[in-house]
């Protein structure tokens, strides 16, 4: 099933499951919210009737004659009044009087029920106890909106209770607007459920599109044609998703890049050992004193150079596979450019190159010792080599952009500029001014992926003046 799918009929069932949740709450919600109300008006109302009849009671006794006509009244009036969008042309409002033991004594609407009985019903019964008296009967017991609401209030005469009255109000008319409301809230709920999967429609698309580009981006690269990077789009996952492809595929790209780069060092490797091969066969038919030095020379430093690269080589692998240093140790970086600065001495003086130390500042750094003294020894060996003759190397110490850090500078020719954004390429390198002979192009990739594990910043920048300068900056100390 396509996740577009998945998602859409996960949120429309989420939606349409809650649409029915609304709608069920909602709508047992209004029965006892509108009964609430009616009852509440009822209340003032009984006991509005109850203050009447007690200061009618007081003058006339239980005399109810002077009622009938209001109650008669009451029952004929004809009246339009709009409710919101309904309207009501006659009132159904009832009362009935009881004495203090429960008989009925006036009625509104039934002169038939006076004499009997009421103490049993809870609205009288309550009331006559000096309890809250209420009730609700249905005259048809499957017709929910046949039920009365009773609401009765106790007639006292200097707290003694004397009557109760008790008001009647079917709940017919509440229940036409509990069905209206009903009504309305299932619609809303209908429209809530439509908007609910109309935006699961659009927010599917939304996170569906990127991964689908992205899909069909895959299945070309896997082909083998040329396919430019989609837009990521979407939420941040999904973009964050798209760099991490993106990555993979660059790495996937690299590694044919160094297996290109491996397949040309393995052509220039073949060349010195050609050479060795040529060497040994002359050794071998026993030449001159002064030939056989020669060749021998030439064998050794060939097989220290082919040694190099392969050191070089497995150094930078291992360097490639590790996230994080496996040791770090406080490091005085003077004691290390000092130790550097000595070893190099022997190739500086061959070319007559002098060196400048210059120590601004000297704080302990945690790392680990030999890789930076890799680092260092390779951006130092790669000044020596590109410097003209008596020239000289500036080696610094000290604050770099307001952070730690140290540089190397050399007086050579510089870099060209289509080789700018190489120079710190694996297997990449610039033939020497002296020789024209290149190197590995393994050192300045070498101290790159040392900077990185040490959370520095490595850089080689061009100044006006000419030479080059590598730059080394701990933007992250320990």
Same mark, same amino acid.
């Given at each position: 099933?396509?996740?577009?799918?998945?998602?859409?009929?996960?949120?429309?069932?989420?939606?349409?499951?809650?649409?029915?949740?609304?709608?069920?709450?909602?709508?047992?919600?209004?029965?006892?919210?509108?009964?609430?109300?009616?009852?509440?008006?009822?209340?003032?109302?009984?006991?509005?009737?109850?203050?009447?009849?007690? =200061?009618?009671?007081?003058?006339?006794?239980?005399?109810?004659?002077?009622?009938?006509?209001?109650?008669?009244?009451?029952?004929?009036?004809?009246?339009?009044?709009?409710?919101?969008?309904?309207?009501?042309?006659?009132?159904?409002?009832?009362?009935?009087?009881?004495?203090?033991?429960?008989?009925?004594?006036?009625?509104?609407?039934?002169?038939?029920?006076?004499?009997?009985?009421?103490?049993?019903?809870?609205?009288?019964?309550?009331?006559?106890?000096?309890?809250?008296?209420?009730?609700?009967?249905?005259?048809?017991?499957?017709?929910?909106?046949?039920?009365?609401?009773?609401?009765?209030?106790?007639?006292?005469?200097?707290?003694?209770?004397?009557?109760?009255?008790?008001?009647?109000?079917?709940?017919?008319?509440?229940?036409?607007?509990?069905?209206?409301?009903?009504?309305?809230?299932?619609?809303?709920?209908?429209?809530?459920?439509?908007?609910?999967?109309?935006?699961?429609?659009?927010?599917?698309?939304?996170?569906?599109?990127?991964?689908?580009?992205?899909?069909?981006?895959?299945?070309?690269?896997?082909?083998?044609?040329?396919?430019?990077?989609?837009?990521?789009?979407?939420?941040?996952?999904?973009?964050?998703?798209?760099?991490?492809?993106?990555?993979?595929?660059?790495?996937?790209?690299?590694?044919?890049?160094?297996?290109?780069?491996?397949?040309?060092?393995?052509?220039?490797?073949?060349?010195?050992?050609?050479?060795?091969?040529?060497?040994?066969?002359?050794?071998?038919?026993?030449?001159?004193?002064?030939?056989?030095?020669?060749?021998?020379?030439?064998?050794?430093?060939?097989?220290?150079?082919?040694?190099?690269?392969?050191?070089?080589?497995?150094?930078?692998?291992?360097?490639?596979?590790?996230?994080?240093?496996?040791?770090? =140790?406080?490091?005085?970086?003077?004691?290390?450019?000092?130790?550097?600065?000595?070893?190099?001495?022997?190739?500086?003086?061959?070319?007559?190159?002098?060196?400048?130390?210059?120590?601004?500042?000297?704080?302990?750094?945690?790392?680990?010792?030999?890789?930076?003294?890799?680092?260092?020894?390779?951006?130092?060996?790669?000044?020596? =080599?590109?410097?003209?003759?008596?020239?000289?190397?500036?080696?610094?110490?000290?604050?770099?952009?307001?952070?730690?850090?140290?540089?190397?500078?050399?007086?050579?020719?510089?870099?060209?500029?289509?080789?700018?954004?190489?120079?710190?390429?694996?297997?990449?390198?610039?033939?020497?001014?002296?020789?024209?002979?290149?190197?590995?192009?393994?050192?300045?990739?070498?101290?790159? =992926?040392?900077?990185?594990?040490?959370?520095?910043?490595?850089?080689?920048?061009?100044?006006?003046?000419?030479?080059?300068?590598?730059?080394?900056?701990?933007?992250?100390?320990?």
């Amino acid at each position: 099933m396509r996740i577009r799918t998945l998602f859409l009929l996960t949120f429309s069932l989420i939606a349409a499951a809650t649409a029915v949740f609304f709608y069920r709450w909602t709508t047992d919600e209004i029965r006892p919210s509108y009964l609430k109300v009616v009852e509440e008006s009822l209340v003032d109302t009984s006991w509005l009737l109850a203050a009447m009849i007690q =200061e009618r009671m007081l003058e006339e006794g239980w005399d109810f004659t002077d009622l009938e006509e209001p109650a008669n009244q009451l029952r004929s009036a004809r009246f339009h009044a709009r409710i919101y969008d309904s309207e009501k042309f006659e009132s159904d409002l009832q009362f009935y009087v009881t004495d203090r033991t429960g008989i009925v004594r006036f009625h509104s609407h039934d002169s038939d029920q006076i004499g009997e009985d009421f103490s049993r019903w809870l609205d009288v019964g309550k009331t006559l106890r000096g309890e809250y008296g209420a009730r609700s009967t249905r005259l048809d017991p499957d017709d929910p909106s046949s039920s009365h609401l009773h609401i009765a209030a106790p007639v006292k005469v200097e707290n003694d209770l004397i009557a109760v009255v008790t008001v009647i109000k079917p709940i017919e008319w509440p229940y036409r607007f509990i069905e209206e409301s009903r009504r309305h809230i299932f619609l809303g709920a209908i429209v809530l459920a439509v908007c609910s999967i109309g935006a699961a429609v659009g927010l599917s698309f939304w996170l569906s599109r990127p991964l689908e580009r992205l899909t069909a981006h895959a299945q070309r690269i896997r082909k083998g044609e040329r396919s430019p990077v989609p837009s990521p789009g979407g939420a941040t996952e999904i973009r964050r998703l798209h760099g991490a492809f993106e990555e993979m595929r660059q790495s996937l790209e690299g590694k044919k890049y160094v297996e290109s780069y491996i397949a040309n060092l393995t052509h220039e490797i073949k060349s010195p050992l050609a050479g060795l091969r040529s060497a040994a066969e002359i050794l071998g038919e026993n030449p001159p004193e002064s030939d056989r030095i020669r060749f021998l020379g030439h064998i050794r430093s060939e097989t220290e150079r082919i040694q190099r690269v392969v050191d070089q080589m497995l150094v930078l692998s291992e360097l490639e596979g590790k996230d994080a240093l496996e040791r770090r =140790e406080d490091i005085h970086l003077s004691r290390l450019v000092e130790d550097v600065v000595a070893g190099r001495q022997p190739l500086a003086q061959m070319r007559r190159i002098q060196f400048d130390v210059i120590v601004d500042r000297c704080e302990p750094v945690r790392g680990d010792a030999s890789l930076l003294q890799t680092a260092i020894g390779s951006v130092v060996q790669n000044a020596i =080599e590109f410097s003209p003759e008596g020239g000289k190397v500036r080696v610094f110490v000290g604050e770099i952009e307001g952070q730690f850090g140290w540089s190397v500078s050399d007086e050579g020719e510089g870099v060209p500029e289509y080789a700018r954004s190489r120079v710190f390429e694996r297997l990449f390198s610039l033939p020497r001014p002296d020789t024209g002979k290149k190197s590995s192009g393994l050192g300045l990739a070498l101290a790159w =992926e040392i900077a990185k594990l040490h959370g520095a910043r490595i850089e080689m920048i061009y100044p006006t003046s000419g030479g080059t300068t590598v730059r080394w900056i701990f933007e992250q100390k320990g």
